[in-house]
């Protein structure tokens, strides 16, 4: 008897940070959990607190709604909830796999260190039964020490395998150049540590070249990579996954409004795509949200869909047997419609 194919797509998130995903219900738990008192009672205001406006003007304005949710993230309590209610946020919007981005030295302003920080993030990890992994983000523009400190316990947790799969580089990209960075990954090539890199988001192709000298295993946005044809056919011969955020990517106007969102164009020319939310919750978005988007503006059929998935699962910091069974979930999975929308979740904000 054939296997029944599942009744939803298996959504496989690779590029979400936690401070990014942070809903005004999870607030109100964090905030309860804390007693803290929130900066506002009703929960459009508080909305209004943890997303984008609609005058976003830059990546640099699209980073300041980080204020708030960083606020909640404190203390280990604070910490390790927040992982827990994200992943059970993420399997009731249907994501079968995740892996949640933070940097451990942002959470250290009330006395945690980053090895507190980390343990905290893992012991909400294990409180949820979505597979997921931990990557840590070096930040753009912090003090050398810290950023060391990250990759040498990135490393120690790797070997340890509980729960950190690789390393990020986050931040003001505009501001801060990747090629700025270039010593602190060779430390995490020596030490064998996998790593992504945002490139190509704030900053063009010159970004996303340093990322890959620099030897990044996938591109965070890389967005602009077209801005370069030569290093697009690199990229395509490399089979660098990128990791493509539509909502984000309008919102901080990596990409003009103007301009047709390039995720087909580089589908077709054979990239490794990927698609992910970045900021769920400041972008007011879901992944199901995005994969609707791309179907409806994006101009992608169900096959592509269906080869979106698969470099996602591909592409995933995970080990071998959990990388086969997101494969084969997504080889299973129909190519008939089904709807993407989880009841009572928001869609994407570009409709």
């Known amino acids: 008897m054939p296997q029944t194919s599942p009744v939803s797509p298996p959504l496989i998130e690779l590029h979400l940070h936690l401070d990014g995903a942070i809903t005004v219900d999870i607030a109100r738990n964090l905030a309860a959990l ?44 604070g910490l390790r909830e927040a992982v827990r209610l994200v992943q059970a946020m993420l399997r009731r919007q249907g994501v079968v796999y995740a892996e949640l981005r933070f940097a451990p030295q942002l959470h250290c302003t009330h006395g945690m260190t980053q090895r507190q920080a980390i343990e905290a993030a893992l012991t909400g990890l294990s409180q949820n039964p979505l597979p997921c992994g931990l990557i840590l983000c070096l930040m753009r523009g912090a003090a050398e020490n810290d950023n060391r400190e990250t990759i040498d316990l990135a490393a120690e947790y790797l070997v340890s395998h509980d729960g950190v799969v690789a390393l990020d580089l986050a931040g003001a990209e505009g501001l801060f150049p990747t090629c700025d960075y270039a010593a602190l990954f060779a430390r995490a090539e020596h030490l064998h540590i996998p790593f992504t890199i945002h490139a190509g988001e704030a900053a063009g192709s010159d970004s996303i070249r340093a990322a890959i000298d620099m030897g990044a295993r996938r591109i965070g946005h890389g967005v602009r990579l077209r801005e370069d044809p030569d290093l697009l056919e690199a990229v395509r011969r490399l089979r660098l996954p990128l990791e493509l955020c539509p909502t984000s990517n309008y919102q901080t106007h990596a990409v003009d409004e103007r301009t047709p969102y390039p995720l087909k164009d580089y589908l077709d020319a054979g990239l490794a795509v990927t698609v992910n939310t970045d900021d769920m919750a400041i972008c ?22 269906k080869k979106l998935l698969l470099h996602a699962a591909e592409a995933a910091f995970t080990d071998s047997d959990t990388r086969r069974d997101l494969i084969t979930q997504v080889e299973h999975y129909t190519t008939g419609h089904i709807p993407h929308k989880v009841p009572g979740s928001a869609g994407s904000t570009l409709e």
Not at 44 to 63: A, G
Not at 289 to 302: N, S
């Open 34 to 77: 804390q007693d803290i008192i929130l900066p506002a009672k009703d929960d459009e205001t508080l909305l209004s607190l943890l997303s984008v406006p609609p005058s976003c003007r830059s990546l640099d304005d699209f980073l300041k709604c980080f204020t708030l949710p960083l606020n909640l993230l404190q203390t280990a309590d």
């Open 284 to 305: 007011r978005t879901t992944l199901a949200g995005e994969f609707d988007w791309l179907q409806v503006h994006g101009g992608i059929t169900r096959a592509d869909e």
